[in-house]
């Protein structure tokens, strides 16, 4: 495992030399602080029946039609 400097996780780890057994390695283990963080949510919305919406709904129909379903066979396969 690799620590970089100066950073919180690199004084807050611990070798636990005493639980190794017959191999040379000992166990690592690392503190790593979680922090809760505000995440900003925006909606964007649509006007029932404007030209943004009609624009929308066109450019998905186009998209939905060029998609290649020749390899769907049945709606088992679909899903």
Do not use: W
């Not at 030399?17 to 505000?38: G, K, M, N, W, Y």
């Not at 404007?50 to 290649?68: A, D, F, Q, T, Y």
């Amino acid at each position: 495992m690799f620590l970089r400097p100066k950073s919180l996780e690199y004084d807050n780890h611990t070798i636990c030399s005493d639980l190794r057994l017959a191999s040379d390695h000992a166990l690592l283990t690392v503190d790593i602080l979680i922090f809760e963080e505000q995440i900003q949510t925006r909606k964007h919305m649509l006007i029932e029946n404007s030209k943004e919406e009609n624009k929308s709904v066109n450019k998905l129909i186009g998209i939905i039609k060029e998609m290649n379903t020749a390899n769907i066979h049945n709606e088992f396969v679909l899903e």
